[in-house]
C-alpha cells in the first residue's frame, strides 16, 4: 500500500472517530440519567448527590439518584462501572471510593484510575475534632494538655473503621504524639455522634455537617478545629487545626462525579460544563455551605485527577503505619 493510501486511511479513521464523538454529544442525554450513591440514604454522600442531581435537571434533563451501598462503598462503584459508557449512568465518587478502598483491600475489585474518567469534584467535606462539653479544653492546645493528664484513659470516636474520619482521627494522632487514645468506630457517624452527644464517648473525628455546626452552636458538643488548610466559610470562627500548630493536619473528603471508563469525552465536557455553571450560581454554593461543605470554585476533569493524586500521597503512609484492612 502507497503512503498516501495509508494516510487517507488515517485521515478516514479520525474522520470516523470525530463524527462518532459528535453524534454521541448530540444525542445525549437520551434518556433519564443515573446517578449512583455507594452509600445509605442520608450521609454526607447522599446530600451532595441529591443537590447535584437537582441542579442538574436543568442543563441535562432527568437525573435520578440511587443509592447502592454494601462493603463500604464497593457495592456501588461496581455497578456503576460495569454500566453503559454512554453518560445516562455516573457515580458519585469521593476519597473513600476513589482513593482509600484501594488502599485499605487486600485485593481491590476495580481501579479509579483505569475504570473511570473523572468529570468534576463538586465540594469538600473537612474533618473536624469535637469534644463533648465535660472535655476541659476550649482549642486544641488544652486537649493535648488533657490528653497527656489522661494517658490511657482517652478515646475517640469515627465513622468506622476505614472511613476518613478514622484516618483522620488516626493522623491526629500520629502528628500530636497521642497514640495511647483508643479508636472506637462506629456503624456511621450519626451513631458516634449520638453517644459524643449524650457523653458515652469524649472525643470524635466526624466531618463537618450542618447538623454538628447546629449542635456546636448549641453548645452540645464543641468543635476544637476543622482539619483543613483554611478556615470553613460556614463556621469561621473556627480555627484550623494547622493554625492551632499541628502542621499537615488535613483530613477532607472530596465528593464528585465520574463517569465508566470510555464514556466518551464530549460527554464528559458537557457534564463537567454543566456542573461548573451550576457551581458558579451563588445559590447553589450557599447551599453547599449550609450542608458544612466548602464548593470548588473551578472543577473539571484535570483538577479531579490532581485531586485523586494529591490524597493517595497523602494517604498512602498513614494506612501503613496503621497495618489498615478492611475487607
Known amino acids: 500500500m502507497q503512503r498516501r493510501d495509508v494516510l487517507k486511511l488515517g485521515l478516514a479513521a479520525s474522520s470516523g472517530v470525530l463524527i462518532a464523538s459528535r453524534a454521541w454529544s448530540q444525542s445525549f442525554p437520551s434518556r433519564p440519567i443515573k446517578l449512583v450513591v455507594p452509600f445509605s440514604a442520608g450521609g454526607v454522600n447522599d446530600i451532595v448527590g441529591r443537590q447535584w442531581a437537582e441542579r442538574m435537571k436543568g442543563p441535562l434533563g432527568a437525573v435520578y439518584v440511587e443509592n447502592l451501598g454494601g462493603a463500604g462503598g464497593t457495592l456501588g462503584v461496581l455497578e456503576a462501572q460495569r454500566s453503559e459508557p454512554d453518560g445516562h449512568t455516573v457515580l458519585l465518587g469521593s476519597t473513600s471510593t476513589m482513593v482509600l478502598n484501594t488502599m485499605t483491600t487486600s485485593r481491590p475489585p476495580y481501579d479509579p ?8 469534584i463538586l465540594c469538600v467535606s ?26 490511657g484513659k482517652l478515646s475517640y470516636g469515627s465513622a468506622g473503621t476505614g472511613t476518613m474520619s478514622h484516618l483522620s482521627g488516626e493522623l491526629f494522632k500520629q502528628l500530636t504524639g497521642t497514640t495511647d487514645i483508643v479508636h472506637v468506630p462506629y456503624k456511621g457517624a450519626g451513631p458516634g455522634i449520638s453517644d459524643l452527644v449524650s457523653g458515652h464517648i469524649p472525643i470524635m473525628s466526624p466531618n463537618v455537617t450542618g447538623q454538628l455546626l447546629q ?59 454543566a456542573t ?41 503512609p498513614v494506612v501503613k503505619a496503621i497495618d489498615l484492612k478492611v475487607q
Open 113 to 120: 484510575n483505569k475504570d473511570f474518567e473523572p468529570i468534576v
Open 126 to 151: 473537612a474533618t473536624s475534632i469535637v469534644v463533648h462539653p465535660s472535655v476541659p479544653a476550649k482549642d486544641i492546645k488544652e486537649l493535648l494538655a488533657y490528653a497527656k493528664a489522661n494517658a
Open 215 to 273: 449542635l456546636h452552636n448549641s453548645g452540645k458538643v464543641r468543635i476544637l478545629s476543622v482539619n483543613v488548610p483554611a478556615r470553613l466559610t460556614a463556621a469561621p470562627d473556627i480555627a484550623t487545626a494547622i493554625e492551632q500548630g499541628v502542621p499537615n493536619m488535613v483530613g477532607q473528603l472530596f465528593l464528585g462525579i465520574y463517569a465508566p471508563a470510555g464514556t466518551p469525552k464530549p460527554i464528559i465536557n458537557q457534564v463537567a460544563e
Open 276 to 316: 461548573r455553571t451550576a457551581l458558579a450560581d451563588p445559590e447553589y454554593q450557599k447551599t453547599l455551605i449550609a450542608s458544612g461543605f466548602e464548593p470548588i470554585r473551578d472543577p473539571g476533569p484535570e483538577q479531579a485527577r490532581r485531586m485523586m493524586a494529591e490524597e493517595h500521597t497523602r494517604w498512602a
